[in-house]
């Protein structure tokens, strides 16, 4: 996290974050599933999209901090994905 955070993203056109736990949780009963809370913040006001999976929750543009978030919520039997434009 420390060597992600430090980058220089400012010349980038787009800054994509992509981590497998999503450092966020909408529903209390997805809290077993989701990374370091504390990351989203910081993640959000650096990156201006942040892809994330594994809670299996569907979030498709949210906004937060002017960043997008997606999860295309796939679960083990029902594979997913999601193209968006960047």
Not at 4 to 16: E, G
Not at 26 to 47: A, M
Not at 57 to 86: L, M, S
Request: net charge negative; with cysteine.
């Amino acid at each position: 996290f420390e060597r992600v955070m430090a980058l220089d993203v400012q010349s980038y056109r787009s800054a994509v974050c992509v981590t497998h736990f999503p450092p966020f949780v909408d529903d209390i009963k997805w809290v077993y599933h989701s990374g370091n809370r504390d990351f989203y913040e910081p993640l959000t006001d650096k990156f201006d999209i942040l892809c994330v999976g594994h809670s299996h929750q569907t979030v498709n543009g949210q906004e937060k901090n002017n960043c997008k978030i997606y999860n295309p919520g796939a679960d083990y039997d029902v594979p997913k994905y999601i193209i968006f434009e960047v």
